[in-house]
């Protein structure tokens, strides 16, 4: 396959059709050409790039796979107008996009609008390299600005150069911390107790886990087990040349198809040994969070936004509650004007959403990376779909920083939450090493020390 792509992006046939869409273009519009490869199935795993960004986005259970090389074209923004700003962003570019068929960006968003570490805290680019298979059918887009054709031309073969496989990684899990797991249910108390006195209804509080490897972290390798581990979630990521953030996402944020809309209310989580996902606490979870997307979407869409019948979605070895909502947005709303109302809904942060999001900061909730913020794809017509950024892990070499959330509502029990929580982690754990079955281990670290009193 590498041979053929580089026959491709090398060819002067490649370099014509793409001058001629790029004849009387501004200098700074995209220029995109689509290239239909041989029908296959292809993941695109083995051609993530070393030193260079990307970004991947994979549908399994669809026979979907996306893979982005390199930036054509990118922008990033921060602070509380982030959204508007990469919404003009977007616009500016679709104006003058040359293009001879479909072609897409990517964006990314942190959960706060602050967060700019280790990735800028909200990201949108047109990739220089985009490699898809969607159900066995294949294609390659290449976009330059028009006014670097020239250069870009020698720079898309250096694109694909990717990584040689290295040693199989030998991830451990570090120490049980059981000091840091009491100061966490201690959190779970105080905000049952802000709860209690009715200053909100919802909490989300998150955790992180320290891993190590004695050897480089394989992106690759991991995006290869979450695909077979989660088929009916999306699997995505976004390296910058050093460090890489992925994960499996068993929710949608929203998709704009035309003037359809489609949000996921997702909330309540079972596994293996939990209560029911039928319990009173989870049924309540999740009546908050339609309540919430609801509102927060109605302004946006002519008539009232309808909810579907709320059934159970797997995400592994885990499951929640989702009911799907759906609405016809206004003609002036855009897929950026949708994410702004939504995001954060009470899935990640809480509610009342101003209130939640107030008690985070005060009590100096963390979140690594884009972990709880939002991962894309856009399209120049308008069309898009933006998935919440969990179950995620944060790459740095041989060391990995995972984090996982509980929503605390009424009738919560700190070490039932905090058991979610290691049920979540489980997820990642097994995908950073399938071989030693962390996923069914969801008990805390005194448990797993061997006190099971």
């Not at 290239?35 to 030193?51: I, R, V, Y």
């Not at 068929?101 to 990735?119: E, I, R, Y």
Request: charged share 20%.
């Amino acid at each position: 396959m590498i041979n053929a792509l580089l026959r491709h992006v090398r060819s002067a046939e490649t370099a014509r059709h793409l001058a001629a869409l790029a004849t009387g273009a501004p200098a700074s519009a995209p220029i995109s050409l689509r290239l239909e490869l041989p029908a296959q199935f292809s993941d695109w795993l083995d051609l993530l790039p070393d030193g260079q960004p990307w970004w991947y986005r994979a549908r399994p259970e669809h026979s979907e796979f996306r893979l982005g090389i390199g930036h054509a074209l990118h922008v990033t923004s921060a602070g509380s107008n982030r959204f508007a700003a990469l919404d003009g962003a977007l616009a500016g570019f679709c104006r003058d996009w040359r293009r001879n068929g479909p072609a897409l960006a990517f964006s990314g968003f942190a959960f706060a609008d602050n967060n700019t570490a280790p990735f800028p805290n909200a990201l949108l680019a047109i990739p220089a390299i985009l490699l898809e298979c969607v159900d066995g059918t294949c294609s390659l887009t290449l976009t330059t600005p028009a006014g670097r054709l020239p250069q870009t031309l020698v720079e898309w073969p250096t694109l694909l150069i990717h990584a040689a496989p290295g040693q199989p990684p030998n991830p451990q899990a570090g120490r049980p911390e059981p000091l840091a797991e009491q100061v966490w249910m201690a959190r779970v108390v105080a905000a049952l107790r802000d709860i209690a006195r009715g200053h909100l209804d919802k909490i989300v509080l998150t955790r992180c886990r320290q891993v190590e490897s004695n050897t480089p972290l394989s992106p690759a390798a991991i995006l290869a087990a979450l695909n077979v581990q989660q088929p009916r979630s999306i699997v995505y990521a976004h390296g910058n040349g050093r460090q890489t953030f992925l994960g499996a996402t068993p929710e949608r944020l929203v998709r704009k198809t035309g003037r359809q809309v489609h949000v996921d209310a997702l909330a309540g989580t079972a596994w293996p040994g939990s209560p029911a996902l039928a319990d009173d606490k989870n049924r309540h979870e999740q009546s908050l969070v339609v309540r919430a997307v609801i509102e927060a979407l109605a302004p946006c869409c002519d008539g009232q936004p309808q909810t579907g019948i709320l059934e159970e979605h797997p995400a592994g070895f885990l499951r929640h509650w989702r009911s799907r909502i759906s609405g016809v947005c206004r003609r002036d709303s855009s897929l950026f004007d949708l994410v702004r109302a939504l995001h954060p809904t009470p899935a990640v942060g809480g509610f009342p959403t101003a209130v939640a999001e107030e008690w985070l900061t005060a009590h100096n909730e963390q979140r690594h990376g884009w972990y709880s913020g939002g991962f894309g794809v856009l399209f120049p017509d308008g069309d898009g779909e933006f998935s919440v950024a969990l179950r995620s892990a944060l790459l740095d070499g041989n060391k990995a920083t995972l984090q996982a959330g509980a929503g605390i509502v009424a009738g919560s029990n700190p070490q039932q939450e905090l058991a979610e929580t290691e049920a979540k982690l489980g997820t990642l754990l097994a995908a950073l090493n399938p071989d030693q079955g962390h996923a069914l281990d969801s008990r805390p670290a005194w448990r797993r020390r061997g006190n099971d009193g």
